[in-house]
């Protein structure tokens, strides 16, 4: 694939998007980062050699229109729509404004922003690779963070439907879906009350697999070799039975936060 000149990151601050930055970083490659907390992109700017950084709240229309307008302005050869959160709760008991706000951030975020990158790098003919890091809970139903599976079954789904409809065009969009991290990510949806998972996959690694995936523009990446497994395994499974199953399996992982909270 051609050199990528300059690459947009949001989610920039923390996590797998900083672990990319400083990888995109070190091989010389244009970044300009999105975050909603300006002293960590400040201190993130200090770090590593940044074209811009971009202050935006993923979780409110303004925020969204204020990166696509940079990605129309700037015009990023290269974009990862890497922002998510998610959080563990029984669906009803959680104030819906929590839901409102994951949606906005996994789905109607990523999807505006592929929507413009598709329709900047076609009227400027740009050969241009948009990453869409999604999760393997767009491939199984995620009990107790229903509507996190859910965004992430969407942004799978419309990766995959949109390489098809630019293949041959020189355009690429890549579906990235990781396990469990080594991030804050299980302690934030669990609001503090779990630690990191003891199988966390290194933060540092995932990134190297995600610039790979990038590099050979394989469309769609199941990291790693154990969630490939859990897939395949599920799916093998009558639905019924493998619902069950992983209910069961939830329930009993996150019994501490249930309980917690009731």
Request: proline share 5%.
């Amino acid at each position: 694939m051609k050199k990528i000149q300059k690459a947009l990151i949001t989610g920039a601050t923390s996590g797998l998007g900083l672990a990319l930055a400083k990888l995109m970083s070190q091989k010389g490659i244009q970044l300009i980062l999105v975050g909603r907390d300006q002293a960590k992109l400040t201190t993130v700017a200090q770090e590593l050699t940044v074209k811009d950084t971009i202050l935006a709240d993923l979780s409110t229309q303004i925020g969204i229109d204020t990166v696509a307008q940079v990605i129309e302005k700037e015009k990023p050869d290269c974009i990862i729509n890497n922002a998510g959160f998610g959080h563990y709760s029984v669906y009803e008991e959680t104030p819906y404004s929590k839901w409102n706000e994951m949606i906005s951030v996994n789905l109607l975020a990523p999807s505006q922003l592929s929507w413009q990158a598709l329709k900047t790098w076609k009227n400027e003919s740009i050969r241009g690779t948009l990453v869409n890091v999604a999760s393997v809970l767009a491939m199984i139903p995620m009990p107790y963070s229903a509507p996190y599976s859910a965004t992430k079954s969407y942004i799978l789904s419309m990766s995959e439907a949109l390489q098809m409809e630019v293949k041959g065009s020189g355009i690429n969009v890549l579906a990235f879906c990781p396990g469990q991290l080594e991030t804050p990510f299980r302690t934030g949806a669990s609001s503090g009350a779990l630690p990191s998972h003891e199988r966390a996959l290194p933060i540092v690694q995932t990134a190297k697999a995600l610039w790979h995936q990038i590099q050979t523009l394989k469309p769609l990446v199941v990291y790693n070799w154990r969630y490939q497994l859990l897939v395949w395994f599920v799916h093998c499974l009558p639905r019924q039975l493998a619902n069950k199953l992983i209910a069961k399996s939830i329930k009993k992982e996150l019994a501490q936060v249930l309980f917690h909270r009731r």
